[in-house]
């Protein structure tokens, strides 16, 4: 019954507090939330973080920009977790928690100013579909930043063995070319594939609306 959930999410909302606050991995976030501002000069607006998890990269977004930021995540036990720690950190009110799916977002079309993600389009099944939902919910004018990795060959070092010990947080990986040929598949003409010592990333910007 309740009491029974109820030590199930305290139990995974210690695995998930230690992500957040003293995991090895923690110096990754602020590391890319810069490279993300850095490429894409998007430091307002609506942003949707897809496959938050406990929203640590977008508590990293948060401090660097006025973004308004929906963490969404498919595990509702995640986002619960997640919520309580914004609340935590005083972010409720920057970044709003939702339940969904990258294949069907609940977010209308033309919503955000910029999509990203990192680490979970690697669990996607079908990454043509995820595609087309992130462009879906893109503003004309607005840009996805996809993928995974550590920002740098130096953090990467750094926070190597903690992923090494700790085997859920092994990330699978996604050949550039399956990649490349999902972004197509999906209708996406105008995108940049990054496949460097950040990690592998692929950035691309809805077009504008052509008016007659
Ligand atoms: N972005 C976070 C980070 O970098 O620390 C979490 C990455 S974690 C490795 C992958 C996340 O993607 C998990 O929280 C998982 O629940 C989420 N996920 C997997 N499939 C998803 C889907 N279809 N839609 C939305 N989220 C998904």
Excluded at 126 to 141: C, H, N, Q, S
Excluded at 154 to 171: A, G, H, L, Y
């Amino acid at each position: 019954g309740k009491e029974k959930e109820k030590k199930k999410a305290d139990k995974n909302s210690q695995s998930v507090d230690t992500m957040l606050i003293d995991g090895a991995h923690a110096p990754i976030y602020p590391l890319i939330a810069h490279q993300i501002i850095s490429k894409l000069h998007i430091t307002e607006g609506v942003a949707i973080d897809v496959g938050a998890g406990p929203a640590s990269l977008s508590v990293a977004m948060a401090r660097l920009s006025d973004l308004k930021i929906y963490a969404m995540d498919i595990s509702a036990e995640v986002i619960q977790i997640a919520q309580e720690s914004m609340e935590k950190e005083g972010l409720e009110n920057r970044i709003k928690l939702v339940h969904g799916d990258v294949h069907q977002m609940p977010f209308p079309h033309d919503f955000a100013d910029l999509v990203f993600s990192r680490g979970s389009m690697f669990f996607w099944k079908d990454l043509p579909t995820a595609f087309r939902e992130i462009y879906r919910v893109l503003k004309p004018g607005g840009s996805a930043y996809v993928g995974g990795g550590f920002g740098s060959a130096e953090v990467k070092e750094k926070v190597k063995p903690q992923f090494e010990r700790d085997p859920p947080n092994s990330i699978p990986k996604i050949p550039i070319d399956t990649l490349e040929k999902a972004v197509l598949k999906a209708g996406i003409n105008d995108y940049t594939l990054i496949n460097d010592d950040s990690g592998l990333w692929v950035l691309f910007k809805k077009r504008n609306q052509i008016s007659i």
